[in-house]
C-alpha cells in the first residue's frame, strides 16, 4: 500500500473540514427550529389558554383581542426564527457546496421546511378565526 501523497491528504482534510461546517450548519438550523417552535407553542398554548379564560368568566379581565394579538406575536415571532435559519443555513450551505455529493435536502432541512409551515398554518389559523364576542 502506498502512502497519500500531499495532494490526497489535503483534499481528504478538505473534504472532512467541509463535512464538519455542513454539520454545524446542521445544528445551528436545528437550534433555531428548537427555539422557533419553542416559542410557537408557547403561543398557541397561551391563546387557547386565555380564550378558554376569557369564555369561562362572566366578568373577564381579558380584553377582547388580548389573547389574540398575544399569540398572534408569539406564534410570528417562532416562525419567523424558523424563517431566518432557514434562510442562513441555505446562505451557508450554498457557499461552502459547489460541485460535492452533498445535498441540502437533509433531514435538518426538511423538519425546519415542516416546522415552519406548520407555524404558517397556526398563524393564519388564528388570523383568520373570527372572535364571536
Do not use: C
Not at 20 to 25: E, Y
Not at 92 to 111: D, G, H, N, P
Amino acid at each position: 500500500m502506498e502512502p497519500k501523497t500531499a495532494n490526497e491528504l489535503a483534499s481528504e482534510r478538505t473534504d472532512l473540514a467541509l463535512a464538519r461546517t455542513l454539520m454545524a450548519a446542521d445544528r445551528t438550523l436545528m437550534a433555531w427550529v428548537r427555539t422557533g417552535l419553542s416559542m410557537l407553542t408557547f403561543g398557541f398554548t397561551l391563546y387557547k389558554f386565555l380564550m378558554y379564560l376569557r369564555q369561562a368568566a362572566a366578568e373577564s379581565v381579558i380584553q377582547a383581542h388580548g389573547p389574540r394579538r398575544l399569540g398572534l406575536v408569539l406564534i410570528g415571532l417562532g416562525t419567523t426564527s424558523m424563517v431566518f435559519g432557514l434562510i442562513e443555513y441555505y446562505g451557508v450551505f450554498k457557499r461552502f457546496v459547489k460541485e460535492s455529493q452533498y445535498s441540502l435536502w437533509s433531514f435538518a432541512f426538511i423538519v425546519a421546511v415542516l416546522s415552519t409551515l406548520l407555524g404558517l398554518f397556526l398563524l393564519i389559523s388564528i388570523l383568520i378565526h373570527r372572535e364571536v364576542i
